[in-house]
């Protein structure tokens, strides 16, 4: 687990217009310790073996300080299946800056914490082939991880554990109506820490990248959490959890920084042990196939996917070229077995290839290389057509003990793709004389064409806007050639840590922007937290050794979105991450629609765009929309939808409001058939709370519907097609419906 300083480093390089670090947390970076582990996971399979062995002492550091010698049971687990200790772990912190935020009682949030840490200890007895399965579980495989439950329960009892821990553990995975299928446990007969964790565990789990779906953004979890409030878990808890996002970062940070690097002592553990120190790696211990730095590098730069299996056929390698291949992330893939159905592997015949006649199996079995025209499943969920050569790898002095393989895909289907496209226009950028990034000028034509490519494709687009800290303290303090240098660091780090096909561009001063092809929410958060990370890191020489920081802002093309509704909503990300505390990565906006919603199409939608131009009431669109989270937020959310469009709001009354703003066509056309409609929008927000009862008639809460009624016409009768004025309203409403993370009322809407 990187952390921002070396453990040996014992004065860290003083970050310029910042506060002197508290003693408690002198040498860490504490804007990195809850996000520590996702950068982990992140390199996971990529790093040096040097890397992850210090990773795994300073996530031995951290655990200890909380367990103590029950640290043990954390290391097991790691050592078992690491994604899962990687997952415990990011639970734990979460709770417990939850917990600081509630000013919640020392003892019980050592409890919270304790029993999130080990919520998944009882794993280490479920098979491996269970773990790594990609698809959906069989009624055996869901019954055998529901008995872990019941192994975590003996595994703490012989650990000496109090029964407040064991009962927090074992009851995490109760449902708050009672009717999860092998937890009986009803609303507050479940304890208080276990409805915590249970929170926390389902939004780790919704933004973390898995091999059968990307990472969710966090509005979409948060949308999620409330959708499931009041069944699966206690809806004033799920309030409280997603107002935590709405607090100072930095400053939970700090807390959580300080009490995790605090050293353990007898009175601070959940049960009285003495830890050991975690033990060094022996030389030699390394495998001799592990690839070096050099290796790394220059397989992480291949645009053909690289993948490494050991012998068991497990992923330990996910190059970025199988990324974007695939459209399944690095942290998803590795730790998984590579069988035909992970990717839906097919012979050219079309056929899809079963267990018996996978190439992978037969050429580790047989020892001879193997090269194969295949299809496997590519991102957004179109069939590619690759050549695949798989390499056999034998043991140092030991042939014909093969150890695992080395799979290269190389696509060769005749369409061009979506990153050959973006890398034709970035060859023809226009550079900033100083940076030697994008300028202005190109930054603004090619954020339309990046729109336009993803909206035409229905692949996941983007953008990160960044601005460095406390600027203007640099330039009076140090000089204007002190500002140039961290400027031009500032640019050479987003360079180097970009992807091929991603545009970095100065946006003006010291703020820049990185548009991502093929990336969604979260993925491009982890990446601008990467580099926040690095940059927080790098002295600079005409700082006297000093470092800078960054805050940034990170949002995700979605539905009827523009170029400039895009860009300012980014920027309000941007805006947030500043009023936060600065130096932290703020992301807004959920995203395009997943694999399991269903697209909006003339079948839905449109049958609501029916309406006269012109006559009764003028309106095309009137419908009626809902979502699950509160009217508070809705309004919040609203408020995003008003300032990214820039609309004009004429009447307002209580939870009604009348907007006007224009609908472009978003082609960038200029002919005057083609210029924006202006469109009336009238609003009223409405909340029901119903309370909802388990199927033995218990009590278990109440949840929250915000109905949306939404009714859209032109301003003005134009002499236009009805078809444009429908198609612009269509693109106006899935825009809204977007920022509101809203879906259908199940009535039928009203056509007027």
Request: hydrophobic share 40%.
């Amino acid at each position: 687990m990187p952390v921002n300083a070396s453990p040996d480093v014992t004065s860290p390089p003083a970050t310029v217009g910042d506060a002197p670090p508290a003693p408690s947390t002198a040498g860490v970076d504490v804007g990195a310790l809850l996000r520590s582990v996702d950068a982990a996971a992140a390199v996971s399979g990529k790093s040096s073996p040097e890397q992850r062995a210090a990773g795994a002492a300073e996530q031995h550091q951290l655990v200890a300080g909380r367990l103590g010698m029950a640290s043990a049971l954390f290391t097991s687990l790691r050592c078992k299946h690491p994604p899962t200790a990687d997952h415990s772990l990011r639970v734990a912190l979460g709770c417990s800056a939850w917990a600081a935020a509630l000013q919640m009682p020392d003892k019980l949030r050592t409890q919270l914490e304790a029993a999130a840490l080990l919520h998944d200890v009882g794993k280490i007895g479920v098979p491996d082939s269970i773990l790594n399965k990609t698809g959906r579980l069989s009624d055996i495989e869901l019954e055998i991880i529901d008995s872990s439950r019941e192994a975590s329960r003996h595994i703490l009892h012989s650990s000496g554990a109090p029964d407040e821990i064991i009962d927090g553990v074992v009851s995490a995975s109760a449902w708050f109506d009672g009717s999860h299928r092998s937890v009986t446990l009803t609303g507050d007969q479940t304890p208080f820490v276990s409805r915590m964790i249970a929170i926390v565990d389902a939004f780790d789990s919704m933004t973390t990248d898995q091999v059968y779906r990307p990472a969710r953004s966090r509005d979409q979890a948060i949308a999620t959490l409330y959708e499931q409030a009041g069944t699966q878990f206690d809806p004033d808890l799920v309030r409280s959890y997603c107002e935590l996002f709405s607090h100072d970062q930095r400053q939970l940070e700090a807390d959580v920084a300080a009490r995790w690097l605090t050293s353990a002592t007898t009175t601070s553990l959940p049960w009285k042990a003495t830890p050991r120190p975690a033990e060094a790696a022996s030389e030699g211990s390394t495998p001799p196939s592990e690839p070096d730095l050099f290796t790394t590098r220059l397989v992480e730069n291949m645009h053909d996917a690289v993948m490494f299996l050991d012998s068991q056929r497990i992923i330990t390698m996910w190059n970025s070229g199988a990324e974007k291949l695939t459209g399944v992330g690095a942290t998803a893939a590795i730790g998984k077995e590579m069988t035909p159905s992970l990717l839906d592997m097919a012979a050219a015949t079309g056929e899809l290839i079963d267990e018996a006649a996978c190439p992978i199996k037969k050429s580790l079995g047989e020892g001879m290389q193997a090269l194969e025209r295949v299809s496997v499943m590519g991102r957004n969920g179109q069939s590619v057509t690759v050549d695949m050569h798989v390499i056999p790898v034998s043991a140092t002095g030991r042939p014909g003990h093969f150890v695992g393989a080395t799979v290269l895909m190389h696509d060769v289907s005749s369409e061009a793709t979506l990153e050959e496209r973006c890398q034709a226009l970035h060859a023809e950028m226009i550079k900033d004389p100083m940076t030697q990034v994008a300028n202005r000028a190109e930054f603004d034509r090619m954020l339309a064409a990046f729109v336009e490519a993803h909206l035409d494709t229905e692949l996941r687009c983007s953008l990160i806007m960044a601005d460095i800290d406390r600027f203007k303290s640099i330039n009076d303090t140090y000089g204007h050639q002190a500002g140039d240098e961290a400027i031009m660091t500032f640019a050479g780090l987003m360079k180097s840590m970009c992807r091929t096909g991603d545009l970095v561009a100065r946006y003006g001063g010291e703020e820049f922007a990185i548009l991502c092809a093929d990336c969604n929410n979260a993925t491009a958060a982890k990446r601008a937290d990467a580099i926040r990370k690095k940059l927080s890191e790098t002295p600079h020489t005409n700082l006297g050794g000093r470092t800078i920081t960054a805050s940034f802002g990170v949002t995700e093309l979605q539905p009827g979105d523009t170029p400039e509704t895009l860009l300012r909503r980014s920027d309000r990300a941007l805006l947030q991450a500043k009023d936060q505390g600065r130096n932290q990565v703020v992301q807004l906006g959920g995203g395009m629609q997943t694999e399991n919603q269903p697209k909006a199409g003339w079948g839905g939608i449109g049958k609501w765009l029916l309406g006269s131009i012109g006559g009764g009431n003028g309106a095309i669109v009137q419908t009626r929309l809902v979502t699950n989270v509160p009217i508070e937020l809705t309004v919040e959310k609203l408020r995003g939808f008003i300032a990214d469009r820039d609309a004009e709001i004429v009447k307002t009354s209580e939870n009604y409001i009348r907007l006007i703003t224009e609908e472009a066509d978003g082609s960038g056309s200029r002919r005057g058939s083609d210029q924006p409609i202006s469109f009336i929008v009238d609003i009223h927000l409405s909340q029901v709370h119903i309370e909802r009862t388990n199927n033995v008639g218990l009590a278990a809460g109440k949840y929250v519907h915000t109905y949306v009624d939404v009714k859209i016409q032109p301003r003005r009768d134009r002499d236009r097609s009805k078809a444009k004025i429908v198609d612009r309203a269509r693109k106006l409403l899935s825009s809204l419906q977007a920022y509101l993370m809203a879906r259908e009322a199940v009535a039928e809407p009203t056509t007027v």
